[in-house]
C-alpha cells in the first residue's frame, strides 16, 4: 500500500519561495505520474503540476508555469514542488498525488493521495 506525505508548507510573504516534498512509503512504490494539486476550502482540487516518474516529463497548469518546478528523486522516492515568486493566489493545501498510469491534470486518474500541507501567502 502506498502512503504519500506532504511536508514543508508554511507561512511566505509574496514574492517569497517555498519547496514542498512529498515522501512515498511502502514496501513497493512504482508510479508512472507523481501530481500535485491544490484546493481552497469550498473550491474543487484543482491540477498545479505532475511530473512522470521514468522520463521526468512535466506539465504545469497555466497560473503557475515559469514560478513553480516540479521534480522527483527516483532513489529516495520523494517528489518535489520548487515554489518560487507566490502570490496570494497560491494560499491554499497543497496535496501530493500517485497515479499508476499517465495522469497528467485528471484528479480521476490518481490512484493515491497524501492528507495535504498548507501554504499561506501574505501581500
Known amino acids: 500500500q502506498v502512503q504519500l506525505v506532504e511536508s514543508g508548507g508554511g507561512l511566505v510573504q509574496a514574492g517569497g519561495s517555498l519547496r514542498l516534498s512529498c515522501e512515498a512509503s511502502g514496501n513497493t512504490f512504482r508510479p508512472h505520474t507523481m501530481g500535485w494539486f491544490r484546493q481552497a476550502p469550498g473550491k474543487d482540487r484543482e491540477f498545479v503540476a505532475a511530473i512522470t516518474w521514468n522520463s521526468g516529463s512535466t506539465v504545469y497548469t497555466d497560473s503557475v508555469k515559469g514560478r513553480f518546478t516540479v521534480s522527483r528523486d527516483n532513489a529516495k522516492r520523494m517528489t518535489y514542488l520548487q515554489m518560487n515568486s507566490l502570490k496570494p493566489e497560491d494560499t491554499t493545501v497543497y496535496y501530493c498525488?500517485?497515479?499508476?498510469?499517465?495522469?497528467?491534470?485528471?484528479?480521476?486518474?490518481?490512484?493515491?493521495w497524501g492528507l495535504g500541507t498548507q501554504v499561506t501567502v501574505s501581500s
Open positions: 498525488a500517485a497515479a499508476n498510469a499517465l495522469a497528467w491534470g485528471l484528479r480521476r486518474n490518481y490512484d493515491d
